[in-house]
């Protein structure tokens, strides 16, 4: 295999937050799934209690790749070499010609959730605990969804991209990037912001297009031909829709393979309406499928700029998103010109 080309940029491919890895469909019952996340080699397996976990791939016996040929057994996960059984924890429990496992060894364990049908894992090349939460669909985006019944995303509701040169940074960008819609999108307009509400591990947004919006005046209550947009950290966003087939909600997610490589996940929930019939469920999974793969052609050739050239309306909105951005990434990193000089600004 010829070496991979390099990232177009050199912000950090080790940030910290929560990443996706795929969904519950990608480690079925009593499953073992070989992964491959933060120049990492791991192993995910689903007890028989039905979690999910995530460990390092290689057996600290003599370094099978669990991936390859471990299975799951009542206590753990049994290396296909010599038999030595492994918790989630990472810890072994069993040697089969021993009478005492190995205290001593163990395995790195991941920390992984599993909600609304999304597998995330928590990294820090820290090794911090998580300190902030991947949120609820139903309560944890917008109130506007709050007691609506959502059909399942899987099977059909769902986009993987592997191999893709797509830092989290240009994805993420998306939420300040107004002008974009027009040209990627095909809107008539460009949308205007009508919220924005930042914590230190969210970043929310509601844009508004159209002539219903174009006074820029939020009206909390009306949700119609606007996007919620609800960043977790900088690995993925909600985004939520009220259209005239009811609510729809897409999560956008960009995780780190390695230095050179990333894979993309979309994930598509459509408001379950009672007379929907499965060629409906189709042609709102369609509608609404197009807009990532017109985002992914320019995010996929794109080179990270900094400083970029930008128009005075879009400076305040870049500047604030990068400096947000910015403390997820290793102190490591190298802190670039436009944040720097953005220190105290807007
Ligand atoms: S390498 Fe895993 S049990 Fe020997
Ligand atoms: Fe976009």
Redesign the pocket.
């Known amino acids: 295999m010829t070496k991979a080309a390099p990232m177009r940029t050199t912000l950090s491919m080790k940030p910290t937050g929560w990443f996706q890895i795929g969904w519950s469909s990608t480690v079925p019952p009593e499953g073992v799934v070989p992964l491959r996340y933060f120049g990492q080699d791991l192993v995910a397996w689903r007890d028989r209690a039905g979690v999910v976990h995530v460990l390092d791939a290689y ?1 600290q ?4 790749n669990l991936a390859h040929g471990g299975c799951v057994t009542d206590t753990g996960i049994r ?1 296909p ?4 059984t492994w918790d989630g924890d990472g810890r072994n429990v069993s040697i089969p010609y021993q009478d005492r496992p190995n205290r001593a060894r163990r395995i790195r364990s991941w920390q992984v959730v599993e909600r609304d049908e999304v597998l995330f894992l928590w990294h820090d090349v820290h090794g911090r605990e998580p300190f902030f939460e991947v949120p609820d669909l139903a309560t944890g985006i917008t109130p506007h969804i709050t007691g609506l019944t959502f059909q399942p995303a899987l099977p059909d509701g769902v986009q993987h991209y592997r191999d893709m040169q797509v830092h989290p940074q240009f994805v993420i960008e998306n939420a300040v990037d107004r002008e974009h819609f027009q040209f990627v999108h095909g809107t008539a307009m460009s949308p205007v912001i009508l919220q924005e509400e930042v914590t230190d591990s969210t970043w929310h947004t509601v844009a508004g297009f159209g002539r219903r919006w174009a006074d820029g005046v939020d009206r909390p209550d009306d949700r119609r031909n606007t996007i919620t947009i609800h960043w977790v950290g900088i690995g993925f966003a909600y985004n939520a829709e009220q259209t005239p087939e009811g609510w729809r909600v897409v999560l956008i997610s960009t995780t780190p393979v390695d230095d050179d490589r990333t894979e993309v996940f979309g994930t598509y929930w459509l408001e379950d309406l009672p007379a929907g019939t499965a060629e409906d469920r189709s042609r709102r999974l369609n509608e609404i499928a197009v807009a990532l793969p017109q985002d992914l052609e320019i995010w996929n050739h794109q080179t990270y700029l900094d400083p970029p050239a930008l128009a005075t309306s879009e400076g305040a909105g870049f500047r604030r998103i990068r400096r947000w951005s910015d403390t997820f990434y290793p102190d490591s990193s190298p802190a670039p010109a436009m944040r720097r000089t953005a220190a105290g600004g807007v």
């Open positions: 057996c016996h003599l370094g099978a290396c070499f010599h038999g030595w």
